[in-house]
């Protein structure tokens, strides 16, 4: 799990301002992005497959931010991280 957070926590650093100008500016309710996470040869993990077996990840991975609705209410951040997983 820490490895897990440490790429959520680089990933919305390393595109604050992407995440910003979407917030401001964007139209959309989500935000995608791929990105590397460590050295070219690490591994984020194990990808899971249902008819293959399991293989370790490369450094990629993607995320996907949501905005949260005007009608939730107030939100620190004004969006949720939906999911993020090693490619």
Known sequence: ?????????????????????????????????RGNFGPKDSSLGTVYWENRPSAAAGNQFFIKLVRVPSAAGKHPFGYYVQTCYPI
């Open 1 to 33: 799990m820490r490895k897990a957070q440490k790429v959520v926590d680089f990933a919305l650093k390393d595109k604050a301002n992407m995440i910003r100008n979407w917030m401001t500016k964007g139209k959309t309710s989500e935000l995608t992005w």
